[in-house]
């Protein structure tokens, strides 16, 4: 990999200036900025203009795999002000083709690359971070064609005053030129305003087009949400009709209960009337299975948050527990008087800190 130092050898021939400003530029710029190496720079880079013509670039940092690909130019205005104002329209092209075809350039005047070179070095690398993360787009370049544009007036009013306060004799000379680069500059920038409203009109209908995708996504979102949530209530049905189903008595004369009214039975009949049911003192052994649960209800213990309801034994010696939370203070109140009764639960059997318990919410889970 070439040093800074080789690299000034080997393109020696293509950075000479009378006064050295290419190669102090490379010293005190090019050189001091880490995201680039002497391999990355290549001066006097050539590239074709709109009209197929042979251009030069003075220097064009390049690397593929970082997404550099940047123009810079130094002198700026100089060299337009040292070949005089007939070719500021030929700048003003020459410009805005290496703005279309690199997304952004860089120009310095000498004054300002050497007297200024911290903000010159903090815009190279920022223009550099722009490009490798691909923000270089058709606004970004029509916002440095506007600033062209701004410069090039600011420049004309300038070059106006003083052709006026230097050579008086050569008004009428002066008016004439200074007519014809105004013209250039109002049929560049008619050209660029109505590119900019080609653009402007491509991002219209890029972000048309990109709400009505949206809106289309959205309507089949809530279309597979609608069926999945389809799906899952009828599911949840058709488990309710058969737990309900295989928790029925196998008496169909038994008699039905009402939300007022809860079923009680002596532990001598438990087995027969209820298929399947399981003692509450076997309720350790099934733990997140759904079944019927049947035993004595030795305490009806209200707590902050509703109310316990403990089997075979008072609290802590229970042997199992159902939980009726407040929200559900309906099924609490029909069961106020079950203590010393024995009473049967269908759901799924819990475990809350080593000991077996179900959550009863509704009326329904009493069989």
């Known amino acids: ?17 009378i006064v050295g400003y290419e190669e102090k530029f490379v010293d005190e710029i090019l050189s001091q900025i880490p995201d680039i190496t002497p391999n990355d720079v290549v001066a006097q880079y050539p590239f074709k203009d709109s009209q197929g013509g042979n ?10 795999k970082k997404g550099y690909k940047l123009p810079i130019e130094l002198d700026g205005y100089a060299k337009i002000n040292n070949k005089g104002y007939e070719v500021f329209n030929d700048f003003l092209e020459r410009q805005n083709d290496l703005i279309q075809q ?17 903000q010159v070095i903090r815009e190279i690398r920022q223009a550099l971070k722009m490009q490798a993360s691909r923000q ?13 544009i701004q410069e090039y007036e600011a420049k004309i009013a300038e070059y106006e005053k003083s052709r006026i306060t230097s050579h008086q004799n050569q008004v009428v000379e002066g008016t004439n030129e200074l007519a014809q680069v105004r013209k250039g500059l109002d049929r560049f920038k008619h050209n660029q305003h109505t590119q900019l409203q080609n653009v402007q009109k491509q991002l219209s209908d890029i972000k048309n087009q990109h709400n009505k995708e949206l809106i289309s ?36 004369s038994a008699p039905l209960k ?14 027969s009337d209820h298929y399947g049911a399981i ?11 759904n079944k019927v649960v049947c035993g004595k209800i030795a305490q009806y213990k209200e707590f902050s948050k509703g109310v316990y309801l403990n089997f075979d034994e008072p609290y802590p010696n229970a042997t199992f527990t159902a939980v009726i939370w407040d929200n559900y203070s309906h099924v609490s109140q029909s069961l106020k008087n079950v203590e010393n009764t ?21 009326l329904d889970q009493i069989v």
Not at 1 to 17: E, G, P, S, T, V
Not at 279 to 289: D, F, H, M, S
Request: net charge positive; hydrophobic share 40%; aromatic share 10%.
């Open 1 to 17: 990999m070439l040093d800074w130092q080789q690299w000034k050898d080997a393109n020696r021939y293509k950075i000479q200036h």
């Open 55 to 64: 251009r030069y670039i003075d220097f064009m940092i390049i690397n593929d």
């Open 102 to 118: 690199f997304g952004i350039v860089l120009r310095y005047t000498n004054k300002k690359a050497f007297n200024q070179q911290q």
């Open 136 to 148: 270089i787009n058709s606004v970004s370049k029509q916002k440095q064609i506007q600033v062209l």
């Open 217 to 252: 996504v959205k309507k089949q979102m809530h279309k597979h949400i609608y069926v999945g949530v389809g799906l899952i209530a009828s599911m949840a049905l058709g488990t309710l009709f058969y737990i309900q189903a295989q928790a029925l008595p196998n008496d169909e």
């Open 258 to 271: 009402s939300d007022n009214q809860v079923l009680v039975q002596d532990n001598n009949t438990i087995a």
């Open 279 to 289: 003692q509450a003192v076997q309720t350790a052994q099934y733990i997140g299975e």
């Open 342 to 362: 024995t009473l049967c639960i269908q759901g799924t059997i819990d475990e809350y800190k080593g000991r077996p318990q179900m959550i009863l919410s509704s």
